[in-house]
Nanobody, 122 residues
């Protein structure tokens, strides 16, 4: 069993930065790919970024490429999402997820956190 808890969300002005963290409990974190997804009101949950268990592979949605960076510290059972140059359209609830492979579809992840709100004002 894996439990995921996100933190680091908040209100920021456009152009600003935030770093999200996702702390995992459970033995399989070190062998799991970790992903970040987001969902805004009235929209489907969408892929943001993912990282393999060894951190050798990362993938990003085109909308965040060059602005967001995903990383992980397996010794701390934590995955991060550094978000720079934030835009109002980045406003959403951000979720971290754990799964066997670094895929871009939400169905590839079996464990989810409760989400953290990110609001970017213009």
């Amino acid at each position: 069993q894996v439990q995921l808890v996100e933190s680091g969300g908040g209100l920021v002005q456009a152009g600003g930065s935030l770093r999200l963290s996702c702390a995992a409990s459970g033995r399989i974190f070190g062998s799991s790919a970790m992903g970040w997804f987001r969902q805004s009101p009235g929209k489907e949950r969408e892929f943001v970024a993912t990282i393999s268990w060894s951190a050798t592979s990362t993938y990003y949605a085109d909308s965040v490429k060059g602005r967001f960076t995903i990383s992980r510290e397996n010794a701390k059972n934590t995955v991060y999402l550094q978000m720079n140059s934030l835009k109002p359209e980045d406003t959403a609830v951000y979720y971290c997820a754990a799964g066997p492979n670094p895929v871009i579809v939400s169905t590839g992840y079996g464990y989810w956190g409760q989400g953290t709100q990110v609001t970017v004002s213009s």
